[in-house]
């Protein structure tokens, strides 16, 4: 397990903008040095949808991702994946054997809805 990271200020917490989204659109990102699925995340109104790859292939096929709810922040600058943007950072947490587990909530959440 690493050490925590140095402790910050609130001011420096508040400035992610963490938000559910739910999955719409989920496929395997081929082009990716590490396999990876390419998500699209609605956001709902306000933020609309954005794209997201993600690592996730030792948990998840594209195929059972549509409908599920997961935390991404979405005030980072876009990252090229290949010949994929990436819009987003997808919150997830590492299992013993280094797989990522997503992150989301465990009700109805909806879409765009900001950490609190």
Do not use: C
Not at 26 to 41: C, D, N, S
Not at 86 to 101: H, K, N, P, W, Y
């Amino acid at each position: 397990m690493a050490d925590p990271a140095p402790q910050i200020g609130i001011e420096d917490f508040l400035r992610l903008d963490i938000r559910a989204g739910r999955v719409t659109r989920a496929e395997a990102l081929a082009q990716a040095r590490k396999p990876a699925i390419k998500l699209w995340i609605d956001f709902g109104p306000e933020i609309g949808e954005r794209r997201s790859s993600a690592q996730i292939t030792d948990h998840y096929m594209p195929e059972d991702l549509p409908g599920r709810t997961v935390l991404a922040v979405v005030n980072l600058p876009p990252r090229q994946i290949g010949p994929f943007l990436s819009e987003v950072l997808v919150l997830g947490l590492a299992d013993a054997q280094g797989a990522i587990a997503l992150i989301g909530p465990d009700r109805a959440i909806a879409p765009g809805e900001r950490l609190q």
